[in-house]
């Protein structure tokens, strides 16, 4: 692993020794950096955020790193071929999808909260937006490691 110094890894791949699992590791903490940064950066710029803003952030990025870790799993672990791509490629599209289901629940959420709004009453309850927020993360990974699994003995395309 070789985090700052970027000519030992250039060299690495330049000479074929870049494995499946190092794929995967530089794949997962990068992911993981990105979903701490972001739970942070959204959870700590709200001056209301409480300890169920902080549970829901150790989820999201618990999620992440579970969830890209079974997917390789599916997709062979060390001896799987090409984890990254068919990750990528199944993830944006099995995300795109999901984002079409979620995105009426979303909107409703918003139209019923400014509605109690104007009216001085308070907001939808918190257990209607968190509750299929939390249930369309574990669908979209368990989705996710499925098609993984169909894709393990596929073979590489030639360039």
Partial sequence: MYLLNINKLKNKILTGNFSERDRFIYLLMYLLLNAVTLEYL????????GLRDYLLSIYSVSLVGVGTYVAYLANGAAAGRDFVGKFFAVSLIMTIRFLLFILPLIAGWVYFSFSAA????S???DAFILVPFIAWGL???????????????APMAQS
Avoid: C, S
Avoid at 43 to 48: L, P, Q
Avoid at 118 to 121: A, Q, T, V, Y
Avoid at 139 to 151: C, F, P, S, V
């Fill in 139 to 153: 669908l979209l990974y368990y989705r996710i490691y499925r098609h993984m699994a169909d894709l393990k003995d």
């Fill in 123 to 125: 907001a939808v309850g």
């Fill in 118 to 121: 104007m009216r001085g009453e």
């Fill in 42 to 49: 959204t959870t700590t710029a709200r001056a209301e955020a």
